[in-house]
């Protein structure tokens, strides 16, 4: 017996192919993105103030990821400097805060105050196991309960495919009907590249490195959500804060750093063998990718 594709979902795949032949798409290889032009201000609007998240959990997302992800959440706004917390997720934070400064006419860098506001669960794949744009925007007003200008986060479980995941992106941001969102799954089995340095992948060079939660999908898709926010909140429309490259390549606030976490020797917790850079909410650890620093045009680390 044939299987027959309805026309719907044929219509969809079709147009994510042409978005991603013509629309310009934020990649993270190492060797353009060294080659590319400084990150710099195009004119467009940032996201700031008060920050509200809605989260779409897509599929039965492991009780160790949701709690990795909503620690970040806490971790963003949680100052708490003592000897044993430091460098903290907060400071990396602020140097995403530290975009606005550079808008033409602005004076200094207000906080940009993060909260998680709802939480939904969509455990049986209700939109299949490919995410394309299509079937993000369905999401969007079950993820912030119908509250305008909330970020939508979609958390897709491992075995879903995200649109433009393994084509150079790691994570996808963007905004649908003015509604702003990020998107990130486990790229673990699918898409290796993405889960360095906490999963082998070909063409990474050192060491493959211990997840501070000990489940690789769960830092990794945390590393993804930071670069993804990142460039949300610093290029929300794609027409803010970015870097041209060849052809329709641009870069953004972290993927112009691809794989650089720190200025020396990632750090090793002594006790669990845990790769980190940060430290946030309750002592939770995380790994945090670089952010290209406007003033120095340089990728600047916690560390």
């Given at each position: 017996m044939v299987d027959i594709v309805p026309k719907h979902l044929l219509v969809s795949f079709a147009l994510c192919v042409f978005i991603l032949l013509i629309l310009p798409v934020a990649f993270s290889n190492n060797n353009d993105a060294e080659e590319a032009e400084p990150v710099s201000y195009h004119g467009g609007p940032l996201l700031g103030g008060f920050l509200r998240v809605g989260i779409a959990w897509y599929g039965p997302i492991p009780r160790v990821e949701r709690r990795a992800i909503l620690s970040f959440f806490r971790s963003l706004n949680t100052i708490t400097p003592t000897a044993e917390n430091i460098p903290q997720v907060a400071t990396w934070w602020n140097k995403v805060e530290s975009y606005q400064e550079s808008v033409p006419g602005a004076v200094g860098a207000p906080k940009i105050t993060v909260k998680v506001v709802n939480q939904a669960f969509l455990q049986d794949f209700p939109y299949g196991k490919v995410l394309i744009k299509d079937?993000?925007?369905?999401?969007?007003?079950?993820?912030?309960?119908?509250?305008?200008?909330t970020l939508t986060l979609v958390v897709a479980s491992k075995g879903v495919t995200v649109a433009e995941m393994c084509a150079g992106s790691c994570a996808q941001h963007g905004e649908i009907d003015n509604q702003t969102y990020v998107a990130v799954g486990n790229p673990v089995e699918e898409?290796?590249?993405?889960?360095?340095?906490?999963?082998?992948?070909?063409?990474?060079?050192?060491?493959?490195?211990?997840?501070?939660?000990?489940?690789?999908?769960?830092?990794?898709?945390?590393?993804?959500?930071?670069?993804?926010?990142?460039?949300?909140?610093?290029?929300?429309?794609?027409?803010?804060?970015?870097?041209?490259a060849r052809g329709n390549r641009f870069y953004e606030a972290t993927s112009k750093c691809p794989d650089i976490f720190t200025s020396g020797p990632i750090p090793v917790d002594p006790v669990s063998g845990a790769a980190y850079n940060a430290i946030g909410d309750k002592g939770t650890k995380f790994l945090l990718p670089a952010i290209w620093d406007l003033k120095t045009n340089s990728c600047w680390t916690l560390l």
């Open positions: 079937f993000i925007k369905a999401m969007i007003p079950t993820a912030t309960a119908g509250v305008p200008n898409c290796p590249e993405c889960a360095w340095p906490f999963v082998m992948s070909n063409g990474k060079e050192g060491q493959v490195m211990m997840p501070p939660s000990g489940d690789p999908g769960a830092d990794v898709m945390v590393k993804l959500l930071a670069g993804g926010l990142a460039g949300a909140v610093t290029n929300p429309m794609g027409d803010a804060f970015y870097s041209s």
